[in-house]
Nanobody
Framework: QIQLVESGGGSAQAGGSLRLSCAAS????????LGWFRQAPGKEREFVAT????????YYADSVKGRFIISRDNAKNTVYLQMNSLEPEDTAAYYC?????????????????WGQGTRVTVSS
C-alpha cells in the first residue's frame, strides 16, 4: 500500500488559477502512472487528467483540455495539477490516484490508490 496526500485547494475567481499537489509515500512512485479525478456535489467522480510513469505522455478530459496541466517530479514523489482559466464548473473535490502500471488510464477502477481529496471552489 501507498499513501497519497493532496494539497493546494481553495477558492478562486473565474479566470483565475490554482496549483494542486499530491505527495506520495511510495518506493515505486516512478513505476506508476498517475491520475487526477474530481467529484462535484451530486455528481459521480470523473476523470480529469493522467500521466505516464516518466511524465512523457499526458491525456486530459475534454472539459479541461487547454486549461489544466498535469506534471510530475519523480525525485520528489509528487504529481501536480496546474489549473488555469478556472470556471465555476470546475468546482469540486479533486483527488489524485496511482495505479499498478506505467501506462495512463482514464477509468477510476484502474486506480487502486487514492488520496483524501482537496476542495476547489470557483466563483463567478
Amino acid at each position: 500500500q501507498i499513501q497519497l496526500v493532496e494539497s493546494g485547494g481553495g477558492s478562486a475567481q473565474a479566470g483565475g488559477s490554482l496549483r494542486l499537489s499530491c505527495a506520495a509515500s511510495d518506493r515505486s512512485f516512478s513505476s506508476r502512472a498517475l491520475g487526477w479525478f474530481r467529484q462535484a456535489p451530486g455528481k459521480e467522480r470523473e476523470f480529469v487528467a493522467t500521466i505516464n510513469w516518466s511524465g512523457g505522455t499526458t491525456y486530459y478530459a475534454d472539459s479541461v483540455k487547454g486549461r489544466f496541466i498535469i506534471s510530475r517530479d519523480n525525485a520528489k514523489n509528487t504529481v501536480y495539477l496546474q489549473m488555469n482559466s478556472l470556471e465555476p464548473e470546475d468546482t469540486a473535490a479533486y483527488y489524485c490516484a496511482a495505479r499498478n502500471s506505467i501506462g495512463m488510464a482514464t477509468a477510476k477502477n484502474e486506480y487502486p490508490y487514492w488520496g483524501q481529496g482537496t476542495r476547489v471552489t470557483v466563483s463567478s
